[in-house]
């Protein structure tokens, strides 16, 4: 079979049940670049109904790639808050001034040259290169590698079956309608081919798929996750006889790099200090007591649990360190599990 087989019936069900979305262009309007880039970095590891009103938000306060790196990393990260994976919004910075910079505003075409831009991987230089300058590739997110998986039964387990998973992709990009063919599968995936319960009746590709009998719902087959390892840590709760609290900005490198946080000791996989042990961990010097209760997060790879302590300073902020009154939180680029930090002890009595 040739890719005319798979893309032809995809691009007509595409016609008829293609979604509206804020950064997608309508049938024969021009596509922005700029736009797709925009919203694949936001759609990594995001859902759709998540990203829409940030992304409309974004747009209106940076409505070209040269506005965007023109912004302070300060400002994108704010403004970045409610979507995670805080290395995405300091990559999409970086990219926007080397786009600026080097390429004039205009993002490059070639799947190779977008691959060399910060934070653009495989996937979204793909995605980017199909969608925006109808190159003949095809992007494998997880709804078209789902696709790709059943269509021919594939039963190497993720992740190391991804590889396979991709070559076969490979051969099904449309040299004609390549962008529209992308979108039409990730559609696809997203309302038919779904990873339970997928809708095989209304499924374009049901006669030529080869999971279509044998059950869909076994593929992609996968690996047996392992258990995410708990990590615990304590934070600082400071205030100053003003009701200000200490925040300071995390590293720039690593994980929430750039974000603003509670002082806080090492996430690590051990048991909480006492409160005495404390002490050298401490942004400055007071008495300590802690909050009933705790704070529980779960990042990707590992569980977190937070102790809160609270003290009283009237010193001046370390150097890394600046106060803010609790009502100015939202001006300050907190990550999701500072703000459970926040709303933990502004609950206590």
């Not at 993002?107 to 300058?133: C, H, N, S, W």
């Not at 209304?202 to 719902?217: F, I, R, S, T």
């Not at 961990?281 to 990042?299: I, K, R, Y």
Request: net charge neutral.
């Amino acid at each position: 079979m040739n890719s005319d087989t798979y893309a032809t019936p995809v691009l007509a069900w595409y016609d008829a049940h293609r979604r509206r979305l804020p950064w997608r262009a309508e049938p024969g309007q021009a596509v922005d670049p700029y736009v797709v880039w925009l919203s694949e970095i936001m759609l990594q590891q995001t859902t759709v109904a998540t990203v829409q009103p940030r992304f409309a938000a974004f747009l209106a306060r940076w409505s070209t790639v040269s506005d965007l790196a023109a912004a302070s990393l300060d400002q994108v990260l704010v403004e970045w808050q409610g979507l995670g994976y805080y290395a995405r919004a300091r990559n999409l910075h970086r990219c926007a001034e080397v786009v600026h910079n080097e390429y004039g505003g205009r993002f490059p075409m070639e799947v190779d040259q977008l691959r060399q831009l910060p934070g653009i991987g495989a996937y979204t230089a793909k995605a980017i290169a199909a969608i925006a300058f109808n190159q003949p590739v095809l992007p494998v997110d997880t709804n078209v590698e789902r696709i790709v998986a059943r269509l021919f039964a594939i039963d190497a387990p993720l992740p190391g079956g991804k590889a396979l998973i991709a070559a076969r992709a490979a051969g099904l990009a449309d040299p004609h309608r390549p962008g529209d063919f992308a979108q039409a599968l990730m559609d696809l995936g997203a309302s038919t081919c779904q990873p339970r319960q997928p809708a095989c009746h209304n499924c374009p590709l049901e006669v030529v798929c080869e999971a279509a009998d044998v059950g869909p719902e076994l593929f992609p087959v996968r690996a047996a996750k392992r258990p995410r390892p708990l990590r615990t840590g304590t934070v600082f709760w400071l205030e100053n006889p003003h009701g200000e609290v200490l925040l300071r900005r995390r590293p720039d490198s690593g994980l929430l790099g750039g974000m603003t946080e509670f002082p806080s000791t090492a996430w690590e996989e051990r048991a909480n200090a006492s409160v005495e042990q404390l002490a050298s961990a401490a942004p400055l010097p007071s008495e300590w007591t802690a909050t009933a209760g705790q704070v529980d997060h779960t990042f990707t790879h590992f569980q977190l649990t937070l102790r809160v302590v609270r003290g009283v300073s009237q010193a001046d902020p370390p150097a890394d360190a600046f106060w803010v009154h609790p009502d100015a939180f939202a001006d300050h680029a907190l990550p999701t599990v500072m703000k459970k930090v926040a709303r933990h002890v502004l609950a206590q009595p």
